[in-house]
Nanobody, 112 residues
Framework: QVQLVESGGGLVQPGGSLRLSCAAS????????MGWYRRAPGKERELVAL???STTYLDSVKGRFTISRAKNTVYLQMNSLKPEDTAVYYC??????????WGQGTQVTVSS
C-alpha cells in the first residue's frame, strides 16, 4: 500500500516562505513524476509544479517556488508568498505504470 504524508503547511504573512514536504512510503515501483497541486476556495484544482526528467511550473509561481526531489520525497520551497497562493496543497506521484497517488493535502494560508 502506498502512502503519501505531507507536511509544512501553515499560516504565513505575505512575502514569507514555507517549505512543503511529501514523503512516499510503501513504494516498490518506479516513480515517473512527482508534483504539487493546489485548490483554492471556489476554484478548480491546478498544477503548481511538476518534476520528472524536467520541471514545470504554473506561470504565477515561476521565480518564487522551487520543486525538488530526494528519493521518494518531493519538496516545494515557496518564497515571496502572496495572498492568492492561499489554498490546500496536494502532492501527487505518478508511478512508472501511470498510476496516480495523492497526499491528504496541507493548508497554506497567506495573510497579514
Amino acid at each position: 500500500q502506498v502512502q503519501l504524508v505531507e507536511s509544512g503547511g501553515g499560516l504565513v504573512q505575505p512575502g514569507g516562505s514555507l517549505r512543503l514536504s511529501c514523503a512516499a512510503s510503501g513504494t516498490w515501483f518506479g516513480i515517473r513524476a512527482m508534483g504539487w497541486y493546489r485548490r483554492a476556495p471556489g476554484k478548480e484544482r491546478e498544477l503548481v509544479a511538476l518534476i520528472s526528467s524536467s520541471t514545470t511550473y504554473l506561470d504565477s509561481v515561476k521565480g518564487r517556488f522551487t520543486i525538488s526531489r530526494a528519493k521518494n520525497t518531493v519538496y516545494l520551497q515557496m518564497n515571496s508568498l502572496k495572498p492568492e497562493d492561499t489554498a490546500v496543497y496536494y502532492c501527487k506521484i505518478t508511478s512508472s505504470h501511470f498510476h496516480d497517488y495523492w497526499g491528504q493535502g496541507t493548508q497554506v494560508t497567506v495573510s497579514s
